[in-house]
């Protein structure tokens, strides 16, 4: 089935950068896209980026500028570079993994269990 394991999470000031890593086990064939979602408590699911396995990627306009997604396809891993964090930011973030890329929920197959961010002010 393969999963997805997140880390490099945590407490940080704003301003500050912080950068996530995503590992995946899942097939190669069954991952066209991976991404990243943020969920922080009584909200929705959140998408805030994703690249493709050809690299193209795929923003919210809320981080454009701020956050970098990139891959390393060798080691089936993604990153999240965040950089300027804002408390707003705080949530937990969530790897995903599917056979597009998009920024509906319901289309990503994946999950992984999260990993928490906390940006103080």
């Known amino acids: 089935q393969g999963q997805l394991v997140e880390s490099g999470g945590g407490l940080v000031q704003a301003g500050d950068s912080l950068q996530l890593s995503c590992t995946s086990s899942?097939?190669?064939?069954?991952?066209?896209?991976m991404g990243w979602f943020r969920q922080a408590p009584g909200q929705e699911r959140q998408f805030v980026a994703g690249i493709s396995r050809s690299g193209g990627t795929k923003y919210d306009d809320s981080v454009e500028g701020r956050f970098t997604v990139s891959r390393d396809n060798a080691k089936n891993t993604i990153f999240l570079q965040m950089n300027t964090l804002k408390p707003e930011d705080t949530a937990v973030y969530l790897c995903?993994?599917?056979?597009?890329?998009?920024?509906?929920?319901?289309?990503?197959?994946?999950w992984g269990r999260g990993t928490q961010v906390t940006v103080s002010s």
């Open positions: 899942v097939p190669y064939s069954r991952v066209y896209a």
């Open positions: 995903a993994a599917g056979g597009v890329l998009t920024s509906t929920v319901r289309h990503w197959a994946y």
